[in-house]
């Protein structure tokens, strides 16, 4: 790479880090409540739309259990965040989920876990964003119908931050998270208070009419009206994407880890319930009308509103109504939330490398995704997230009412089998642990996880039956892909890993080859030729020959007399080639070498130009690369590149690649 | 590759043919007339129309003018054809163009003219078969609307038969190429009797009235008018890009083979000649109205025919008029046009390659085409080929009317330089000719060459002019491209040349490195590194050393701890690696050696898997590739790949590789 791409590298970037300074990036709490918990606190900018308008299709009554829904997501809130307090005094090394499912039941429960945790961290990246761009686009007309593009460009700005490093993003971060909480804070308490004071006004949308879908005529009272209750009820479960992330996160923590991370649990879990209550309440209070398709649900005097309505975001609306006479307030929390969403994707750009990180450890991932690049931070699994999100992004045109149908059937996947897990866990170290208070506590821990395990496999349940046909079976798919590629890298890596293990026959492996047969590639008498002869004798084999492939007798004729000109003392060897063939006769030739004297080594020495840039090589090369890859083929053979450096590549020493932290852990 | 991407290839390729084999691919007259005339010919299916259609502009009366148009294209193709005898004479080695204007001109002429001749058969594959796909869509309703993908496939199906080799194109293609003749000569024939017998009826759209565009209300008559008649004229000249092909052409005629190749040319330009001036005579005694843009121009009673109107072409409504009641015969000329017109594409794929491969030879494209492939074809020039006409059809939806207006250009050019050459050559050689009777034939055939530089100088003008808005800049735009790419590719061998070349220091060149220093790379002590080590052993170095990066202390402590538990009798040491590099610490020790030790050559052994299936590359070798590229930028190392083949890689030999024909010449 050039100077200057290396220049723009270290600015965007900013300077390599020392191994040594890797406990310098851990969290303290007030930092890393920002960085992890901000993905569950942001999903209450979508979470009470997405109630709201999936009710809406039974019509206007069912608005008004939004509270109730909001009640059963908070429970099952309270119980995840309470069990998983358990898993990270347990299991404090930042596997999480995966870790629990492995160690207790098992390498598949474990890939399982890790497959769908994997595909929400995508998700999680995908909805934030795009519900980020729907908030801007609210704010900023302009932008109304380049959603997808400016997504995806926020998406690549989240990146760059993320390859800086865990530190520098937990700081920059944190004080629109604040602010955040700040701002939904001022509107739920100025809220209460004007609603106590009968001074709360109507929202914006209060005045319309809002009809529900014809085939749910009765509205949440049948069967189909039920389900869709249900429904509702599984799309605001996106509330908890966020505390799996903390589990997974425990050892970017500061001591002691464990503690602190279960505090920022709690923390998460009762600042995110108080938020979501508030906005469904303050949504009744000023009779918010939200549906699914504005333009045709949403009546004004009796018609439709069509396609130029534009219904801006429960929380813009609340804010709107809430601040009434104080404009800048509404556009501080409009601004705040839109930053957040794009922030909470970053929660899945801390978790998403670890995971892979830990999986590339464990041989289901690619090594290079073990690699710590640049600032320390998993840069490969960082690009990876990111072009998987931009993907999805992209197919769904950044519309978060299509995303969220795929999100979160990861997260109660991985929620089930970890609490499964957890019972497990209490219950093998009770069978031995003879400490009665000790075991108390574990009994204790074994009942919270037991509670957990039941209420996230109904919710589990819930949202697979709700959601399956409206897109969750895209991402059950994609998860199944994910684990058979895991499952496939895995046995990979295994069989490798026994081809090559030294076992009884170390010491034979240490014999030598009897006599050393080298070649040395020959096309034309010139400089790289010359040293590529140079170098094939000061190496003193057994035997030297020099070998060009005949393919025009003319040609033939003229290196054999500059040879005998030349008078060098090395064998001159043409071999036929009636196809015209480069490859072919070289190899059949090395395979006789090998057959007459089956314990020789022979040693293929081949000119190779260096070339200083990249179309150079396209002019150069093609038979010796070609041919290199074909000699590789063949074993008891030694290929040896002789390097020409050609004129271009002059300044260039082969230290500027800027590609750094090429760690292959494993082999 | 495997073997059944092998066995496929065969199936669709044929076997590879020996070079000896190489003089059984020339082509006797009568299926080299076919193979390098069916282009010249087959513009008879779409040069009237274009004519008709540019004069139509200016209204009803301005078609029967046409004849005279088309008198004046015959008049250039018969001059042209003349001047092109005497080179064919003169020039019988398939240079062509390039060689007479390299020869007589200068290099950059003969690269100009090369340029020029790549772009046009570029068009001339691109117009011939989106004509092709335009009859085809006529007689088959149901490709209307999917030309561009008709012809895109018709475009690959070409280029199969193509690589397969030239003889056995010529015998398939020389069928049609006949069946055209009689076709068209049966049209020709019959309609002239029946117009002379009084019984010609009149052609389908006989009926309808023609009105022009506004701004040509005088008809002809004006300045317009005549810039109109002009572009009308340089249409047609489309007819006249066959001719050079002949020439560029000669070597795969049949002995003897420049006379063989002058009566070709000349048997070429009568039935040229004779289609045209018949097909626009009978379209002017049938009364067929062609427009350029039939919905709005033809008027049924008054009003214009819409969009739904399908304007024929002219040879098909003409057979459809001159063989009433005969509807077979009319279905046959349909079928074969379309099959020429596809056919014609083929011209281009025996004259571009050849011309590729002679401007490779000479250092202007690279080597590779220059390589003689399977089949004796010159395959990467027809890919080259097949992928540029592909991108045009593609970006110009098919469509001829606007295809033309980029034609044309290319081929004057060339024409106008190469009969300029000509005449420098006959001048040339008159200088030193003696014999009397030989130099009337000279100066014979230098008056012949002048009046063609004349007319192919007048009209690469009027082309100019009268279209370079139309489209014709785009076509000069890409000479411009190919010149400078061709002479930056050029200069490139040539500084490398030199820079190769064996000069004063030739003996110097053959001193030795004083000692060797061998490195073995070791990452774990599994049997790659074993093999590693033994060979480097074998090879018996002046100094050897296994080295490792330490980038985890304890994976060091154990590859130490390991190494002496194995008792090898090599030293290990340990390179720190504080970054968590791979890369820049060899690097830097391997420049540390040769900087204490100048005269030592280092040669670095690195185990590399090697793999059965593509995508276990991605999951190996990542760092070893990385390193091994790097090396080769430091002078006086060698990098020799020490390959293990992993299991995968059974059943694999290497000489499988079914890529043939990889002979660099030059260097």
Not at 50 to 57: A, D, P, R
Not at 525 to 540: E, G, I, K, Q, V
Not at 655 to 660: A, G, K, N
Request: with cysteine.
């Amino acid at each position: 790479m050039s100077d200057l791409a290396d220049a723009a590298k270290r600015l965007l970037l900013g300077r390599p880090v020392r191994s040594d300074r890797l406990g310098h990036t851990l969290l303290p709490k007030r930092i890393a409540l920002p960085v992890f918990a901000s993905d569950a606190l942001s999903s209450v900018a979508y979470a009470p739309d997405e109630i709201l308008l999936t009710l809406s299709l039974a019509g206007l009554t069912a608005l008004t259990i939004s509270p109730w829904v909001g009640m059963a997501v908070v429970l099952v809130m309270l119980t995840v965040v309470a069990s998983y307090r358990q898993n990270v005094h347990a299991y404090p090394s930042g596997g999480g989920d995966y870790e629990v499912a492995t160690v207790n039941l098992g390498p598949n429960a474990g890939v399982t876990v890790a497959s769908a945790l994997l595909v929400d961290y995508v998700l999680t990246v995908a909805v934030s964003i795009s519900s980020g761009a729907q908030y801007a686009a609210t704010a900023l007309p302009a932008l109304r119908g380049h959603e997808t593009a400016f997504a995806i460009g926020l998406v690549v700005l989240l990146t760059l931050a993320n390859l800086r490093g865990v530190k520098e993003s937990g700081s920059a971060f944190a004080i629109p998270v604040y602010l955040f909480m700040f701002a939904i804070g001022a509107v739920a308490v100025v809220g209460a208070i004007r609603y106590a004071t009968g001074t709360l006004p109507a929202a914006e949308s209060a005045g319309l009419d809002l009809v529900g879908e014809g085939s749910l005529e009765n509205g949440i009272a049948g069967i189909a009206g039920g389900f869709l209750v249900l429904r509702a009820f599984a799309s605001g479960c996106a509330a908890l994407t966020g505390v799996e992330a903390i589990s997974n996160g425990v050892p970017a923590f500061e001591k002691p880890k464990s503690k602190n991370a279960a505090t920022t649990l709690a923390l998460l879990g009762g600042i995110s319930v108080a938020m979501i209550m508030s906005i469904l309440l303050l949504a009744g209070a000023t009779g918010i009308r939200f549906a699914e398709d504005p333009a045709v649900q949403l009546l004004d005097g009796g018609v439709p509103v069509g396609e130029e309505y534009v219904q801006h975001p429960v929380i813009s609306q609340l804010s709107a109504a809430v601040f009434q006479g104080l404009p800048f307030m509404a556009v501080l929390v409009a601004v705040v939330t839109g930053l957040i969403l794009v922030l909470a994707a970053n929660t899945a750009f801390n978790g998403f490398p670890v995971l892979g990180s830990i999986l590339a450890r464990d041989g289901y991932l690619p090594r290079q995704l073990h690699t710590r690049g640049d600032r320390l931070a998993f840069s490969n699994g960082i690009i990876t997230l990111a072009a998987a999100a931009i993907a999805l992004i992209w197919a769904f045109d950044a519309q978060v009412t299509r995303l969220i149908q795929l999100y979160i059937v990861g997260v109660f996947v991985s929620f089930t089998l970890s609490q499964l897990g957890m019972v497990r866990h209490w219950t093998r170290h009770l069978a031995t642990e003879p400490d009665p208070k000790a075991r108390i506590a574990m009994k204790r821990s074994r009942v919270i996880n037991t509670i957990g395990l039941a209420m996230t496999a109904t919710v589990l349940i819930i949202v697979l039956i709700t959601k399956f046909t409206h897109g969750a079976y895209i991402a059950i798919i994609a998860m199944v892909a994910v684990f058979v590629l895991m499952k496939g890298i895995h046995g990979h890596y295994e069989r490798v890993r026994a081809e090559l293990a030294l076992g009884a026959d170390a010491e034979q492996a240490k014999a030598l080859p009897s006599r050393v047969h080298a070649l040395v590639l020959v096309s034309h008498l010139h400089r790289p030729t010359m040293r590529a002869l140079a170098y094939a004798r000061a190496s003193r084999p057994h035997e030297l020959e020099a070998v060009t492939v005949g393919v025009d007798a003319d040609d033939v004729e003229r290196l054999r007399a500059q040879w005998e000109e030349m008078g060098l003392p090395v064998p001159l060897k043409v071999l036929d080639s009636p196809f015209r063939e480069i490859t072919r006769p070289v190899l059949t030739y090395v395979r006789s070498i090998r057959r007459d004297s089956p314990r020789d080594l022979v040693v293929v020495y081949i000119p190779e130009y260096v070339v200083g840039h990249w179309w150079e090589q396209l002019l150069h090369n093609q038979s010796a690369l070609r041919l290199k890859g074909r000699l590789l083929f063949t074993p008891g053979v030694v290929v040896a590149s002789v390097p020409w450096q050609l004129a271009s590549t002059e300044g260039q020493t082969g230290l500027e690649d800027p590609v750094r932290g090429t760690v292959p852990r494993g082999y």
